[in-house]
């Protein structure tokens, strides 16, 4: 019996896969059954073929898993072994908040590395540098780290780099904020390396809906896809998303009942900061929102 080797997933076509060895060989595979379901960053166990392709037979264990919801089967994966989360925002189209929110609550349920990125500043005028500078220092002042960056210009890349050294990483945001723009800044060559990768497996036709792991110049991996940029959160249950709004997690032990959801109870300490302002009167309405919309 063939020994099986290692490698990591950085393309998947679907049932077939494209990975790399630790020696750095790519290797062109197919997956043995019908239950294994790797994406780009899993680690596996493969078979070398007689024809020079290999065999998936097994999945490693997963340290994180992007997934989406699908409705019909559940939740699907999309990306795994991520370990940071770029969210990208930028003042046209106009930064909406209450996405925002939604994109750092999947962070903290899937217990990535949250890093928010606000593109395009050479566009701002001071007065709407001013009103997103508000906007943002609500996610500031609860944990969040924020760099500004102009992918057109160049300005602030290289802090961007230099936070991606070491990490597994996916950028997600909302439509025209640059995420695109800035994969291509931060792979030059991505577009190029997508072809020659299809080129070598035949799968030219579906090269602008493949999964795709790039390791960058400077250090560190990007995994990107159309899936995993339009990725959204799923409901979640009130006692779970609690736990994703961190600065409800001071007052949260401090509530009459252990149990509490912060929406009527009596005695709900996040509730009482709401209304003494030490929590944003707008973020705790998108947890309400989300906990109604899962409801429904």
């Avoid at 939740?75 to 930064?95: C, G, K, Y």
């Avoid at 090269?207 to 995993?228: K, M, N, R, W």
């Avoid at 509730?271 to 944003?280: F, K, L, P």
Wanted: hydrophobic share 40%; aromatic share 6%; with cysteine.
């Amino acid at each position: 019996m063939t020994a099986t080797r290692i490698g990591v997933v950085i393309v998947n076509y679907g049932r077939h896969m494209t990975l790399e060895t630790p020696e750095g060989q790519r290797v062109s595979c197919r997956i043995k059954g019908r239950e294994l379901h790797p994406v780009c960053g899993d680690e596996v166990r493969w078979q070398p073929l007689a024809d020079g392709s290999g065999l998936i037979t097994h999945i490693e264990g997963r340290r994180s898993l992007l997934v989406r919801q699908d409705p019909r089967h559940g939740q699907r994966p999309l990306a795994a072994n991520v370990d940071r989360m770029l969210v990208m925002v930028a003042p046209r189209p106009e930064l909406d908040p209450f996405m925002l929110d939604r994109y750092l609550a999947a962070a903290e349920v899937l217990r990535l590395s949250a890093l928010l990125v606000f593109n395009k500043t050479d566009l701002l005028t001071d007065i709407e540098s001013s009103e997103c500078n508000r906007r943002l220092d609500e996610f500031i002042a609860i944990g969040y780290a924020m760099l500004k960056v102009s992918v057109r210009s160049g300005e602030g890349l290289q802090t961007v780099k230099k936070a991606l050294r070491g990490h597994t990483s996916v950028v997600l945001g909302q439509s025209g904020a640059g995420k695109s723009s800035l994969l291509k800044a931060l792979v030059p060559e991505a577009e190029i390396r997508i072809g020659e990768i299809s080129q070598a497996t035949d799968e030219g036709r579906h090269t602008t809906s493949v999964a795709t792991l790039y390791h960058l110049p400077e250090g560190g991996a990007l995994i990107d896809s159309p899936g995993v940029r339009n990725f959204h959160l799923w409901p979640l249950p009130p006692a779970q998303l609690a736990q994703c709004f961190v600065e409800f997690r001071k007052y949260a032990p401090q509530c009459r009942f252990s149990n509490c959801l912060h929406e009527q109870e009596p005695g709900c300490a996040v509730t009482a900061a709401v209304t003494n302002g030490a929590i944003s009167a707008r973020r705790y309405q998108s947890y309400r929102s989300i906990t109604l919309a899962a409801k429904s």
